[in-house]
């Protein structure tokens, strides 16, 4: 089969929000608790036996390598287009998405995916940059892990709330939604002319 271009990689950014609000929370988390550690030596009368001050010190050291590792990862979730499959990446899991699972794409907007008057306090809360943007939903014929998986790596709003697919909101939609209905046709395309036809996963 010949080979194309993959699209380009699509920054997921509801991914991003996701990481920033745990970013923010456990570098403000961390630096409270690192104050803490060394309020004794930085002259001030320590209040804390010596061990619950050493537990306090390593509380620190992990919520501060939590929040390093938050910030480094909203760089590296992305959505991308390729050949034969869909590319769903984050720092903690790989997904390949073949186009065989996929039964449509459409974009919608966020506020219709998810009404407000529907949704809780959280959930307004998390979503209020996005009303009025535009997101891709991508239906699948079957996910291709446990959906109960996919929830630990994915926030839950990237999930569409009427089908099986991902709600995928990117900084360009249009471009993404091109290309997707490019490099599918092709590889259905493909599929026709070896004779082969898209089986229905369930």
């Known amino acids: 089969m010949k080979s194309y271009k993959p699209g380009k990689r699509q920054t997921l950014l509801m991914y991003r929000r996701t990481v920033d609000r745990l970013f923010f929370a456990t570098l403000l988390l961390g ?14 009368v320590g209040f804390l036996s010596q061990r619950i001050q050493a537990i306090i ?14 910030f480094l990862a909203r760089f590296r ?12 990446v984050t720092p903690l899991i790989r997904l390949k998405i073949s186009y065989l699972r996929l039964r449509s794409a459409h974009p919608a907007l966020i506020q219709q995916l998810f009404p ?10 998390y979503l209020r940059p996005f009303y009025g943007k535009t997101a891709i939903v991508i239906e699948l014929k079957g996910y291709p892990l446990d959906p109960v998986l996919l929830r630990l790596f994915f926030t839950k709003e ?34 026709n002319a070896k004779g082969k036809h898209p089986s229905n996963l369930s």
């Not at 630096?31 to 001030?44: A, D, E, R």
């Not at 287009?81 to 590319?87: D, F, I, M």
């Not at 099986?164 to 092709?186: A, C, I, N, Q, Y």
Request: proline letters at 4%; charged letters at 10%.
């Open 116 to 125: 407000t008057n529907e949704s809780g306090w959280a959930r307004r809360s």
């Open 31 to 44: 630096l409270l608790l690192l104050i803490i550690s060394l309020y004794p030596l930085l002259g001030g």
């Open 158 to 191: 990237m999930f569409s709330p009427q089908n099986r697919g991902f709600v995928l909101l990117v900084p360009d939609w249009m471009r993404f939604s091109t290309e997707l209905d490019t490099l599918h046709g092709k590889w259905l395309g493909g599929q």
């Open 57 to 70: 010190s390593v509380s620190a050291a992990v919520v501060l390598t939590l929040s390093m590792f938050a």
């Open 77 to 88: 979730a992305y959505v991308q287009v390729n050949q034969n499959h869909l590319s769903l």
